[in-house]
C-alpha cells in the first residue's frame, strides 16, 4: 500500500488572488498486488521464477498534484490500474 499525504498547493481565493503553499490536493492511498512462484526446471539447477503484479488494484482515481505552484501547469494524476508479467532465472 502506498500512502500520500497530499502536495501543498496555492489556495485560490475568491477574488482570484491565491496564497502560496496554503492548500494540498487530498490525500490517497493505493493499494497493489504480487504473487511470484518459483519453479525447478528438471535437469537445471536455476530455479525460474513467474511473478504478476496488480498496480492500483482497486483502481482509485487520484491527483498528485493541482498544476498550481512556479513551474507547474498541468495537475497530473495517479497510474490506473496495470498488470504486469515477469519471468526471470537466477544466475
Do not use: C, W
Not at 499525504?5 to 485560490?12: K, N
Not at 497493489?32 to 518459483?38: Q, V
Not at 505552484?69 to 497510474?79: R, S, T
Amino acid at each position: 500500500m502506498i500512502y500520500g499525504s497530499g502536495l501543498r498547493a496555492d489556495l485560490v481565493l475568491p477574488d482570484g488572488s491565491s496564497i502560496p503553499n496554503g492548500d494540498h490536493v487530498p490525500p490517497y492511498a493505493v493499494v497493489n498486488a504480487g504473487i511470484l512462484h518459483e519453479f525447478k526446471l528438471q535437469g537445471d539447477p536455476k530455479p525460474v521464477t513467474v511473478r504478476f503484479d496488480i498496480v492500483n488494484l482497486f483502481d482509485t482515481i487520484y491527483q498528485i498534484r493541482n498544476g498550481s505552484g512556479v513551474g507547474v501547469f498541468a495537475p497530473q494524476f495517479g497510474m490506473r490500474r496495470g498488470f504486469f508479467v515477469g519471468i526471470s532465472q537466477k544466475l
